[in-house]
């Protein structure tokens, strides 16, 4: 059953071992970060630097694994229609809207709508890591300079996930101008046996 995550929100759930994740942008140019904790010890989590570091790429896609803190397997892709993700940005926060797009007003972010969705599984802000960031469009050139642009996924591009150990997901559809085209879009997920 596929289940939507609204504009601007975020979704958390278990995936067991061997489970697969589908998280699909259903109208294009649609960004969801997705982090993930051992269900059996939440201390172990999605580590982007063993990540870059054991897949030997800053750009990871169908193939390659996600990788923990503890250099174990927590997924990995089987497919990704897309092909571009980003892992070197953190979720997008209060702090990110104050200090980049110079707005104090409240904005929502992927890092409050991780936290709270993840608040069920005892998960709390200062434990969310650099989250995987599905379908970010980061460019950087040979100095090192990034830029976000907008994601060239197209409505209906997915990525599929299988789970390596039992896990904890928080997923969003993200809240960030930039990231995504200008514009917020949903996020669709299914968890297939
Ligand atoms: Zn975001």
């Not at 750009?59 to 892992?87: P, Q």
């Not at 998960?123 to 040979?142: G, K, L, S």
């Not at 789970?163 to 299914?190: Q, R």
Request: charged share 25%.
């Amino acid at each position: 059953m596929i289940q939507e995550i609204p504009i601007q929100s975020g979704a958390a759930f278990r995936l067991k071992k061997g489970q697969k994740l589908k998280v699909i942008d259903p109208k294009g140019q649609q960004v969801s970060d997705m982090v993930l904790f051992n269900a059996n010890d939440k201390r172990e989590k999605i580590s982007s630097g063993k990540t870059l570091d054991f897949e030997e790429s800053i750009l990871i896609t169908k193939g390659d694994f996600l990788w923990s803190n503890r250099s174990n397997k927590m997924m990995e892709i089987l497919e990704d229609t897309n092909g571009r993700n980003d892992f070197l940005l953190a979720p997008c926060s209060p702090e990110t809207f104050k200090i980049m797009y110079g707005n104090s007003d409240y904005h929502p972010s992927c890092f409050e709508n991780l936290y709270t969705n993840l608040e069920k599984f005892d998960i709390e802000p200062d434990d969310i890591p650099t989250a995987f960031n599905i379908f970010m469009n980061v460019q950087f050139d040979e100095n090192g300079k990034l830029s976000v642009d907008p994601p060239l996924s197209k409505a209906g591009d997915h990525v599929l996930f299988e789970a390596k150990m039992d896990l904890f997901v928080g997923l969003t559809a993200c809240s960030a101008e930039d990231s995504n085209g200008g514009s917020f879009k949903p996020i669709h997920y299914e968890i297939l046996d």
